[in-house]
């Protein structure tokens, strides 16, 4: 009888462990695939808000783009003219008699046109990239060479078109009719050196080769590059949208 009753209380403590056991491994499952599912959708909402994130900083970079491309064609325009009124100088077109037909051809190597690049979309890009979301878009690359590689050339190149203005303006301090020009008195000795003299002839000869060789140039290359990542940008967001 002892025997019996033994066995029956064993067969029902070793049931009820069981049971508790059970019970355990199923709340830690539970838990386990709480937190997994806790991750993955935490994962899902951060890849969004990433997405989203880099969708408006593009949205940033077009407009941007759009500001520099009417900026680069403003600044082309008046090298392009600057180009062929320097010709007339270097090719002594314009005389003691005809100079009132160019006004401008007396201010070409004291005035320049700095190109300054909107950068607001791509400082919030370069915050924004996740190796692991970017590493294989293309856009998002090309983007930051086009930046990488012009943001440095520009203002290099505005930098060096600023200090040869001033310095040509400081020459020009030198000479006796300066005071003149500062108030817009036409002499016959001012006008001389701007239509005769050798040491203009050069000095706007070196402008041109800088201004439109170099400053213009570059800025035309932005330009191109900016209009093809536009139209890229453009589409992207045509589609995410």
């Known amino acids: ?34 937190i997994l599912l806790a991750l993955y959708v935490n994962n899902l909402n951060e890849e969004r808000k990433l997405k989203n994130n880099i969708n408006n900083t593009l949205r940033t970079i077009s407009y941007d783009l759009e500001v520099d491309t009417l900026s680069a064609r403003s600044i082309i325009e008046y090298y392009d003219a600057n180009s062929k009124n320097s010709k007339k100088i270097i090719d002594r077109e314009i005389t003691m ?92 000795e001012l006008i001389e050196y701007f239509v005769q003299s050798e040491d203009y002839r050069v000095k706007v000869a070196s402008h041109a080769m800088l201004a439109v060789g170099n400053h213009s140039g570059i800025t035309k290359a932005y330009k191109e590059n900016a209009v093809m990542l536009l139209d890229r940008i453009n589409k992207r967001l045509e589609q995410k949208g």
């Open 97 to 188: 008699e005809n100079y009132k037909e160019c006004p401008e051809c007396m201010s070409l190597v004291t005035i320049y046109k700095p190109f300054n690049i909107q950068t607001k979309g791509f400082e919030q890009l370069k915050n924004l990239i996740d190796e692991r979301a970017t590493e294989k878009d293309s856009l998002i690359i090309d983007i930051t060479k086009f930046y990488t590689i012009f943001k440095p050339l520009i203002a290099k190149n505005n930098d060096r078109m600023e200090t040869i203005v001033m310095r040509n303006f400081t020459d020009f301090e030198k000479f006796p009719w300066f005071v003149d020009l500062a108030q817009g008195k036409m002499t016959n």
């Open 1 to 34: 009888m002892i025997n019996i009753f033994r066995k029956i209380r064993k067969k029902f403590f070793s049931n009820k462990m069981s049971s508790y056991l059970l019970y355990a491994i199923g709340e830690i499952v539970l838990v386990m695939i709480g």
